[in-house]
């Protein structure tokens, strides 16, 4: 086995083994703490699909966490007011009908999006993005029928078959499941002909060409596939909070989780995962002792940007990736 499998299996173990001990010992924060971390390292896993394989600098990735959160939100709503929704379709509070709805709107967000983004490259790409996420950003402010500015509240979780999602602990799991299952997926696709060829094009763009690949394509199935997962993640923050708002949208989630990809290790496997814990560590050890606690972030992505290029991972790990 090699360091990064060897660290990767000591991240899966104590993001696990932690929140139940909490849980055991009545301490719900803890838990919902655990949980926070499982979804934003989620939401950062699918960025890290386009920017770590890819080299896709998306800076619009908070559109489709936010758009998750709304489907998770507005499902909710109208399956707990028995409504339907516009007038014809059945609402649902089941979590698998609620991901399976939000993968397809973010697949379906995402596909003109990076049609029209992946015709351009570097900082032109990261502006695009940046100003497709900020006009859905603006659509949910002026949204009133859900909230608008204000948000929108979700009175009861949204539910998961066999487990009680109102318990800290199912509901992590549920999302710690979710998160393993992802990252499995990830490892596969970067294994894949697909993966190399992703990996390739981010490289050396003709020489992918040149052998009959088209780097177009590749780069938009990623680019939607990414879309997708961090849709799911948004879902599972908004049941998480019982709160959506337009902020889920804003340029400062998409900045935080590229943070979190560049602190774990752009490209690694566990890199989100070792980016959202120390993230979330520091946002909690630091918040209550004072407002600017991100300088202090701020100086650790220095030193990761300036001395461990490869992130926490990698200082760990060295240069083998997906181990």
Same mark, same amino acid.
């Given at each position: 086995?090699?360091?990064?499998? /060897?660290?990767? /299996? ?11 001990? %909490? ?20 939401? %950062? ?62 697949? %379906? ?175 909690? /050890? ?30 760990? /790990? ?6």
């Amino acid at each position: 086995m090699s360091r990064e499998a /060897a660290f990767n /299996a000591a991240l899966a173990i104590l993001l696990l083994a932690v929140p139940l001990a %909490a849980y055991a010992l009545d301490e719900p924060f803890y838990v919902a703490l655990a949980t926070r971390i499982a979804i934003l390292a989620l939401a %950062a896993a699918g960025l890290n699909l386009a920017l770590g394989l890819g080299g896709l600098v998306s800076f619009g990735h908070a559109a489709f966490f936010g758009v998750g959160g709304y489907v998770a939100g507005i499902l909710a709503v109208h399956a707990f007011n028995a409504e339907p929704l516009f007038g014809l379709l059945p609402a649902s509070d089941q979590m698998p009908v609620v991901w399976l709805v939000a993968a397809l709107l973010c697949a %379906a967000v995402a596909l003109p999006i990076g049609a029209i983004s992946l015709r351009t490259s570097g900082v032109y790409f990261i502006m695009i993005t940046l100003a497709f996420a900020q006009m859905i950003y603006y659509f949910a402010i002026s949204w009133p029928a859900y909230g608008g500015e204000d948000g929108l509240s979700i009175t009861v979780r949204n539910a998961f078959p066999g487990l009680s999602t109102a318990n800290p602990a199912g509901f992590f799991v549920v999302c710690y499941v979710l998160l393993m299952a992802v990252l499995a997926l990830i490892w596969r696709i970067a294994n894949s002909r697909f993966g190399l060829a992703l990996q390739a094009a981010r490289q050396n763009e003709k020489r992918v060409a040149a052998v009959g690949i088209r780097p177009f394509r590749v780069r938009l199935a990623a680019f939607v596939i990414s879309a997708v997962i961090t849709g799911v993640a948004g879902a599972l923050y908004a049941d998480l909070n019982r709160f959506v708002s337009p902020s889920m949208m804003s340029w400062h989630m998409s900045g935080e989780l590229i943070v979190l990809v560049i602190l774990g290790g752009t490209g690694r496997l566990f890199g989100p995962v070792a980016g959202a814990i120390l993230y979330v560590l520091l946002e909690f /050890a630091l918040g209550g002792v004072t407002e600017r606690w991100q300088l202090f972030l701020g100086f650790i992505l220095l030193g990761v940007v300036l001395f461990a290029r490869g992130g926490i991972v990698g200082l760990v /790990a060295g240069k083998v990736r997906h181990g």
